[in-house]
Every structure is written in C-alpha cells, then in structure tokens.
C-alpha cells in the first residue's frame, strides 16, 4: 500500500514539472519528428509548426513571431527580371504598398527652392528652370512614368539643376534622357547617371537645336535627329504604334512660335523627330502663345495657321498652369511683357499628342506639303471668301467642291474647322483640275505672307 502511494506521489511531481516546462516554453507544440526515406514524416507523427514572421506586424509587438498550421517560413524575397523592376530597387513612391528592399540611391533628394535657384542662376545663360519640388511632382503626374513600362523613353530638355530629373527618377522612370544643352550643369547629372542602373542617360544636346540649317560641322549642343536617336538605339515606328518616346521641357520663349511652326511642319512631313513615331510633347509655353494654339474659327484676329495645323494633328490639352516667378529666371531679369488683347501672366504646361489616324485618310508625308500651303494661303485673309480660292486653285470647281462638302459659297476662310481643311484638301487632291504649280506661284508672287519657315 505504501509502495503505491509513493509511485502515485512520484507520478503526479513529475506531471506538476511537466506542465511548468512547457508553460515557460516557447516552442509549444513542436517537437522533432522522425524522417523516413522518402523525407516525408510518418503519418503517426505530429507535425512541427514552423515559425513565421511577419514583416508588418507592428499590431503585436517588435520581435514577435506568429504560429499557424498553414503558415511557412519566410525568407528573403527573390526578384526576377520580370519582377525587379531594376537593381535601384525604385523609390518610396514607386513600391508603395509593396515590400521591396531598398538600396542607398532608392530616394534622390530633390533639395530646397534657394539652393536650387542658387545653382539655376550659376548658369551663364539666363533660362527658365524647374527649380521647386512641389511643381516638378506635379509635372511627374502628368507625365505618369509606369515603373513597369520599359519601352516608353522621356526625354527632359535642359533639366538644369535637375529637380524634375530626380523626381521622375523617384516617381519610377525606367528610361530618362536628359539631354543638358548647358555645360555648367552636364557634372552633377553625370554624377547622378552613375549612381544609377542605367534608368538615366545623360546627353550634352539641347532638343530645341536639333537638325540645323545648312551644312558643315555640328558641335554639341548642337545635334542631328538621326545621330541622337541612333545614339540612343530608338528605331523608326509606325505611326500608329503606342507613343515611343514623351518630350518634356520650357520652350524657348524668345522663339516659341518659329519653333512651334517648325515642329508642326516636320510633323505633316514625318520628318525630324516624328520620323520615329508620334512623339508625345508636354511643353511649358506662355499663356498668350497657348491661348493662339486653341484660337477657335471665327476669332479671326488669332485664328492662324498655327492653330488649326497643330488642332488638325494632335490632341491638345492643358495641364497645368503657373505664374511666370515660379519659373522664371529670365535674361535681363525680365518677364515678358502683355501686349495686345491676350493674357500673358501664366506659363502653360501643354501636351500635344499626335492623332493615330492623322494618315488614315489620303493624307501622306508626302503631299502633306500641299495641305500645309493651302492652309497658309487662306489664312492670309481670314475675312475671304474660301470660293475665291478654290476657284484659283480649280477654275471653276469651287462651287462644286463647297457642294460636296455641304459648305455654302459664303463661308470665309476664317470660318472653317481644321477638320474643314483637311476633308477641303482631299476633295481637291481628288480634282484632276487641281494644278500644283498654280498654287505654289500664287504662294512665291505674295508679299503679304510672313515667315513660311
């Protein structure tokens, strides 16, 4: 009796430590398991629950691990080259939401508006730069750079202190130009370029230079299409492919509108830059050249060839507008001046995109010299009748050709949609009355035209 006694107090010691060992334990429920040879665990055995850690688990504690039958062990995260987005890992705003690992360069400091402006006014040539961080992430919207899109290019005209440069960077930009006319700033974003994994590409080149006049040696900045797109591997698109490469930039604002008109024309003829596709262009401009840009038929003051060429090929849209200080660092420390009737107290960030079908309807590269002509000559008089012309160009068919069109014989020139013009264009390439030549001749024996190119 006394031995049973003794075996039963011994029992219940034993089960006493147990249960305080196991309490104090942090591996509760887990033990080793024997392995057969398959490396599969016996089904009698229990199963070892494996540790997990969460990297978000601010909600329990610093440190702490969580246990579940279902959950693994996590380890370091692997990429791919589909996944990593590239070895800089991206920025805080690109990997919102996702936990990616960051790397030194991960966030570029974009710095303080008067260091900024401090090392804009450095340069020995006055010009407009981007100098706040707030407007440049502005501009970023805009631009919306996908951290996922590895073909579209930027290009960034003359990023200067390059504000704007970094925080397209930071936003995730996988294929940024900057191409830097000034020599004064080429160090810093060199410097930069290198710190990179190839997202940005450094080019001493100023955009607005591009394909000279006449023949000889090009220097830098200044730079022919061709070499600067073969330079960079950009090949020729079709022009209803997707948008290959987005210009954003401060157009000269001396020569805003012979740049503007230069642009145009080599967009109708598929040559400079839009030989390689539609390139998308998102320009600072001023407030009265924009306001011309979207003049409407029947502003016959403003309504100009400019206008309806550019609303006849592209979408145009206003972004954003700011003051003239929030840029300006202007030669002789002036602002331009309001004249006439139009405001001029904003710079006007605009995006011009070519239309896709722009050459779906007769239009080619080819006779587009024709149609960028007419349109020239009957805005010369934006009070004529367009019969008068017609009649010109196609003895006698103008009253035909209005008829087709539904147009009536009374309409002036200056009263015609940049759709008019271009269904006007096609009837009349159409013509086999239509002759060229008498067009052009008009065209050299005018003295009232101003500034063809």
């Keep these: 009796m006394s031995t049973q006694i003794g075996r039963l107090l011994e029992m219940v010691l034993r089960s006493t430590c147990c249960q305080t060992v196991r309490n104090r334990s942090c591996l509760r429920k887990a033990v080793l398991v024997p392995v057969g040879p398959s490396g599969l665990s016996p089904p009698w055995a229990p199963v070892l629950h494996r540790r997990a850690y969460s990297l978000d688990s601010l909600s329990s504690g610093p440190d702490r691990s969580t246990y579940g039958a279902g959950s693994q062990q996590s380890g370091p995260e692997k990429t791919t080259p589909s996944s990593a987005i590239s070895h800089r890992n991206l920025s805080a705003l690109a990997v919102q939401g996702q936990h990616h690992p960051r790397c030194l360069y991960d966030y570029l400091d974009l710095g303080e508006v008067e260091e900024n402006v401090r090392l804009a006014k450095a340069c020995p040539k006055k010009r407009h730069y ?164 979207t003049a409407r038929p029947g502003q016959m003051k403003m309504y100009k060839p400019l206008a309806v060429l550019w609303q006849m090929s592209c979408d145009i849209e206003l972004l954003h507008k700011v003051p003239w200080e929030s840029l300006a660092l202007y030669s002789k420390g002036k602002i331009p001046a309001s004249k006439g009737r139009l405001p001029n107290d904003h710079l006007c960030l605009v995006r011009l995109r070519p239309r896709a079908d722009l050459f779906s309807s007769g239009l080619t590269p080819s006779n587009a010299a024709t149609l960028l002509m007419i349109v020239k000559q009957c805005l010369i008089r934006t009070k004529g009748k367009i019969i008068e012309k017609l009649n010109g160009w196609s003895p006698d068919s103008g009253s035909k050709l209005l008829s087709e069109l539904g147009m009536s014989e009374d309409i002036l020139t200056g009263q015609l949609h940049p759709g008019d013009y271009l269904r006007l264009f096609q009837q009349l390439d159409k013509s086999p009355d239509f002759k060229h030549s008498w067009l052009y001749v008009e065209r050299l024996e005018n003295t009232e035209t101003k500034g063809w190119a």
């Design 130 to 293: 981007i100098v706040d961080p707030e407007l440049a992430k502005v501009v970023t919207q805009h631009l919306a750079p996908d951290p996922q899109d590895t073909k579209t290019i930027i290009f960034e005209c003359n990023p200067g202190p390059g504000v704007l440069t970094k925080t397209l960077l930071n936003a995730g930009a996988q294929r940024l130009v900057a191409l830097q006319g000034e020599k004064s700033f080429l160090k810093d974003l060199q410097k930069l370029e290198g710190h990179l994994d190839g997202q940005l590409e450094v080019v001493h080149c100023n955009f607005f230079q591009l394909d000279p006049l006449g023949f000889g040696t090009v220097k830098p900045p200044t730079m022919f299409t061709e070499k600067l797109f073969t330079d960079l591997g950009i090949s020729e698109a079709n022009w209803t492919d997707d948008i290959p490469v987005k210009v954003v930039g401060i157009a000269p604002l001396h020569n805003e509108r012979c740049f503007l008109l230069k642009l145009v024309y080599a967009l109708f003829e598929r040559c400079h830059v839009f030989r390689y596709g539609r390139i998308e262009l998102n320009l600072f401009i001023s407030e009265r050249l924009y306001q011309s840009l």
